[in-house]
């Protein structure tokens, strides 16, 4: 069955270092993948999104990247600051069903002064 | 630019009658899903509708059921509720979909099933 993979332990990590989120998936044929940061008693909020051929894709201190070998996407948060502190999420959408997402079940990050 | 809207924030039901929610996408997105949030089995896809038209399904029973307006405005429908019914649902709306593009969830509707 599909599955996708996230670190289920929180990630704690000092302001100013580079944060980095592993979201690993089996069974799966993903046209796209996105990931989402979500607060507590909010919904998700939409971050950046990786298409099957692309390698990487960076926005501000974010980036992402996409091994369909390996089967993971990597995600970077440079110069980490505490309010960046909240839950990432990994979706995957498969090709005709790109509107089904799929998620993971998200690595809390707590950034330290 | 108004966000994605769901009503009501909240709402407390008994075992055994049905619920309706509430979302408005974002003007102009056509877009609309809706997912259930429990802390045991995370975020899971429920349906998603597209002018009108159911274009995706998850894996959830009938008692399920959502519906899409010419506005865009889409409710979803819980019947016989269950105690493990209690979550978080969450409305998410697109301008096309899933095509190539990401979601905006609206803040969801926390359900209670006593």
């Known amino acids: 069955s599909q599955k996708i993979e996230q670190n289920s332990e929180a990630l704690n990590i000092q302001e100013g270092k580079t944060a980095t989120l592993t979201c690993n998936y089996t069974n799966y044929s993903p046209a796209y993948l996105q990931w989402y940061r979500q607060d507590p008693g909010r919904g998700p909020v939409f971050l950046l999104l990786i298409r099957e051929n692309e390698k990487e894709k960076r926005k501000e201190r974010l980036k992402v990247t996409f091994d369909t070998t390996l089967k993971q996407s990597l995600f970077h948060i440079t110069a980490s600051q505490p309010a960046d502190s909240a839950t990432y999420l990994c979706a995957l959408s498969a090709t005709g069903t790109a509107s089904k997402l799929t998620f993971g079940t998200g690595t809390r990050l707590q950034v330290t002064l | 630019k108004a966000g994605v809207t769901q009503t009501p924030r909240y709402l407390i039901k008994t075992r055994g009658q049905q619920v309706t929610l509430s979302c408005s996408p974002i003007?102009?997105?056509?877009?609309v899903s809706w997912y259930q949030q429990t802390p045991g089995q995370g975020l899971q896809f429920l349906f998603e509708y597209f002018s009108e038209t159911q274009r995706n399904k998850g894996n959830f029973p009938g008692r399920f059921s959502g519906r899409q307006f010419s506005n865009s405005r889409s409710e979803m429908n819980v019947s016989t509720l269950e105690l493990g019914d209690s979550a978080l649902y969450l409305c998410?709306?697109?301008?096309?979909?899933?095509?190539?593009?990401?979601?905006?969830f609206g803040s969801g509707t926390r359900l209670t099933v006593v």
């Open positions: 003007s102009g997105h056509r877009s």
């Open positions: 998410a709306s697109s301008d096309l979909g899933g095509q190539g593009y990401g979601y905006t």
